[in-house]
């Protein structure tokens, strides 16, 4: 079996298959096995269904491919996808698919793969898209029960924030509202070839908490109207969504002060206003 991880290995296929990196893609592959065995340890996918998104060259799919159950990867450039069959040939539990992430219909796919058995997302998120492909996963209620991503260092301290923080953002919101943040550990620039300019980071998303009562849609409307005018107060922000007199009521009965900002409202803050819109 060749060591993918191998910036030679990688060398030498770009040779045979006349194989250029797409920087618009974010094709940057994993050159550092330690760092590969860390991610599908974390993510724990011994005997389990795994989703792949941006397999590259099959560095990651090949060692999951060896304990877990089945294996679906998922890859928009169709130059990779002989490399992703010859690499990866050998192992019966692996369906190789063309597409792009964000169109394809992930249902389907997740019902004629994993027979509508849950399944585990693992990814070294092409960073052009890692918000879309998050929000795609987490919102459409698939039989997902965690995902171990890797993602740019400034997207990974938005994702962790707390109110009042500097990070804090409408993603880190609906990250809170949607999973539970396990853990995580941080990658090198220099464990990728080529080398981003950026530092990484791994995290894992538990998605089984999702059980809150509450219209995401509403939700989810106050959340982006907060945010989309972070410097003004909560009162002025949402008066797009919501008549500033009724907003008013909502804050005393909820004891919040009218001149806070999103920033500094909790997830359970906007889930309390949002209900008493709801009522
Ligand atoms: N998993 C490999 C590794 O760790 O070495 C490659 C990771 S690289 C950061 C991201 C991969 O995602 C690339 O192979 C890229 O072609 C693929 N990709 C980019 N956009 C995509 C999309 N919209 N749908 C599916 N794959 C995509």
């Given amino acids: 079996m060749k060591k993918l991880y191998s910036p030679?290995?990688?060398k030498d296929i770009q040779k045979l298959y006349g194989f250029k990196f797409t920087k618009s893609l974010g094709q940057n592959f994993l050159i550092d096995k330690n760092f590969v065995d860390k991610?599908?340890?974390?993510?724990e996918v011994e005997g389990e269904n795994?989703?792949?998104?941006g397999p590259g060259i099959g560095t990651i799919s090949q060692e999951m491919a060896k304990t877990c159950k089945k294996l679906v990867v998922i890859e928009i450039d169709k130059t990779l996808i002989p490399?992703?069959?010859?690499?990866?040939?050998?192992?019966?539990?692996?369906?190789?698919?063309?597409?792009d992430i964000l169109k394809i219909d992930l249902e389907k796919v997740v019902k004629?793969?994993?027979n509508g058995e849950s399944f585990k997302v693992v990814s070294n998120l092409p960073y052009y898209i890692t918000t879309p492909i998050i929000e795609k996963l987490v919102e459409n209620d698939l039989a997902c029960k965690d995902m171990t991503i890797m993602v740019q260092k400034e997207v990974a301290d938005r994702i962790k924030a707390d109110e009042s923080m500097k990070d804090y953002s409408s993603?880190?919101?609906?990250?809170?509202?949607?999973?539970?943040?396990?853990?995580?550990f941080k990658v090198p620039k220099s464990v990728f070839m080529p080398q981003p300019k950026i530092d990484s980071q791994v995290l894992k998303l538990d998605l089984r908490i999702y059980d809150k009562d509450v219209d995401r849609d509403i939700l989810f409307k106050l959340v982006r109207a907060g945010f989309n005018k972070r410097r003004k107060t909560i009162l002025n922000s949402l008066s797009s969504v919501i008549e500033k007199e009724k907003l008013r009521e909502i804050f005393e009965k909820l004891g919040l002060k009218e001149n806070l900002r999103a920033e500094n409202l909790s997830l359970?803050?906007?889930?309390?206003i949002s209900n008493e819109l709801d009522n």
């Fill in 8 to 10: 030679k290995t990688i």
């Fill in 39 to 43: 991610i599908i340890d974390l993510s």
């Fill in 50 to 53: 795994i989703l792949e998104i």
């Fill in 83 to 99: 490399i992703l069959k010859d690499n990866l040939g050998e192992f019966s539990n692996i369906d190789i698919i063309n597409a």
């Fill in 112 to 114: 004629e793969n994993f």
């Fill in 171 to 184: 993603l880190s919101i609906f990250i809170k509202f949607y999973s539970n943040l396990i853990s995580g």
């Fill in 268 to 272: 359970d803050d906007f889930i309390k």
